[in-house]
C-alpha cells in the first residue's frame, strides 16, 4: 500500500480554478506513490504544471511530444528492465493526445505489452489550443471546430469507445473513473501501475473553462455524467468486464444543461429530437455496462 497522505503534486500550478486534470495529477501520485516516473504528452497539464524553471511534480516528470508519450515510456520502462529497477511508469496525457494524435505510439506499446500505465485525462476536447474537438468530445458539444450554429447542432460524431479497442490490444487491466470519486481513481491507479503489463486509464476530468461551467461544480458535474449514464465507471481485467458502478439513472437534460457547449440544445427551445439522441447514448450505455439499479435491488 502507498502513503495517500504524502502530496507529491505541489500547490501552486496555474490550471484554471476547479480544473479537473489538476485535480486528477494530484490524485495519480497519491495513487502511484513516490517511486514513480511520468510521462506526460503536451497539452494543458503540462503547460499549467511547468512553467520554466518551476514545476508541480514531486517526481522525475517527462516532456514528450504531443504524439509519442506512449514511445517515450516504452523506452524508459526497457531501460529500467535492463537495469533491474522498478519504478512504476505511467504516461499522462490529454484525450487529443490519446484518441488521435498518439494512436499510433499507444498501439504499438500495447501490442508489444510494455509494463506501463496511460493514463488518458479526458477533458474531452483539446483544451490548451482553445477548445478543438477531439475523438472523444461528446456528440453534440460545441466547440471551436464544431461550432453549434444554425446549420449545426455542435459535433456531429459520438465519443470513440477507446477502452474497448485498448482492451482489444490484450492490455491486462482497462479502468475508466471519474474526478467526482477520488477513492475509486486512487484504487484504480494503484491497481493499475501494480499490474503487470500495459494497462489503460481513462478518467472523466471536467474543464471548466471548455465546458462552460463554474469552477466551484467540478465535482457536481462529474457525478451528474454518472448519474445520467453519460459516463460509466468500469473495469475490465485481461479482457473480461469485471466491474461497472451501478447508479438509479436521471435523464440527461440536468447534465446537459449545466454546461454552455450544450446550451444550443436548449435555447431558444429545447431541441428535443437530439435530446433524445443523447438519451439513446445514455441508455446504450446503461445496457452494454448493465449499470441500471433495479427497484428489487
Ligand atoms: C505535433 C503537434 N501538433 C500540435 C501541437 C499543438 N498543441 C499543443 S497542446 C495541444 C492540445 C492538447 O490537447 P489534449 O491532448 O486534449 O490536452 P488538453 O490541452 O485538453 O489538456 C495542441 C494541439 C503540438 N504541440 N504538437
Ligand atoms: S482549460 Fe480546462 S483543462 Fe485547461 S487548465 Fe483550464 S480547466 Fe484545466
Redesign the pocket.
Known sequence: MVDKSLELFDCGHR??GG????LLARLILKGAGEDTIIVASTG?MEV?STPYPETAWKVPWIHSLFENAAAVASGVEASLKHNNRTEKVICICGDGATFDIGMLCISGAFERGHDITYICYD?EAY??TGIQRSGATPYDASTTTSPAGRLSMGNSRPKKDLPQILNAHGASYVATASVAYPMDVMKKVEKAVNTPGACYLQVHAP????WGFDGSKTIEIGKQAIECGLWVNYEMENGELTKAKKVRRVPVEGYLKAQKRFRHLFKPQPVTEEIAKIQAIADANAVKYGIDIQLNE
Request: glycine share 14%; charged share 0%.
Open positions: 490550471a484554471c480544473c479537473g486534470p489538476a494543458c499549467f477533458n483544451m490548451n474543464c471548466s473553462t471548455g
